[in-house]
């Protein structure tokens, strides 16, 4: 449970240094960490804020599954994209990080209503996992506007935090 630095805004800033005219070429390599930067930033397509949904989406799938994009069970195809889309949305429990859940278990543990608690945490769990799969489109014009991603965010929030759930922790 450890923070990292992300790569968001980098769109932002190479975008205004495009622009401006006594930019040093070597300042236009693309910078960011590799599984972090979307795969269209190293052809030389032009930076954009889509490029910042597409980390955003690796980082948000990071904190859900506890796994880097640089994990040893990341080969050949499989990346942390493909290895959450396929959990979707039968088998989401099973790649989701421990460490997310323990306190939630104990809530399952003493709460009568314990089938509609487990159920309540499965779909916010599908819905983020849904979320961050969702910044991953291959077009980059075809991602979300992080706009959007925030609104389906504090659904997910809302809906968890309603208050029909009784906790009794």
């Known amino acids: 449970m450890i923070a990292h630095v992300s790569d968001f805004g980098l769109a932002t800033i190479i975008s205004e240094a495009i622009n401006y005219s006594q930019c040093q070429t070597n300042s236009l390599a693309p910078k960011g960490s590799i599984g972090y930067i979307a795969p269209e ?36 195809d499989l990346g942390l994209h493909q290895f959450a889309k396929m959990a979707l949305p039968e088998s989401v429990m099973n790649i989701v990080d421990r460490r997310l859940l323990s306190e939630e278990i104990e809530v399952i543990r003493h709460n009568r209503n314990d089938n509609r608690v487990s159920s309540m945490m499965h779909e916010c769990l599908v819905s983020l996992v849904k979320i961050g799969v969702s910044c991953f489109a291959e077009s980059p014009k075809a991602r979300k506007e992080i706009k959007d991603v925030i609104v389906e965010l504090q659904k997910v929030r809302d809906f968890f935090l309603a208050p029909t759930v009784v906790r009794n922790v």
Not at 58 to 74: A, N, Q
Request: net charge negative; hydrophobic share 30%; charged share 25%.
């Open 41 to 76: 930033y190293g052809t030389g397509a032009n930076p954009s804020t889509y490029e910042d949904v597409y980390s955003y989406g690796i980082l948000l799938l990071e904190m859900v599954t506890g796994k880097r994009p640089s994990d040893d069970l990341f080969k050949d």
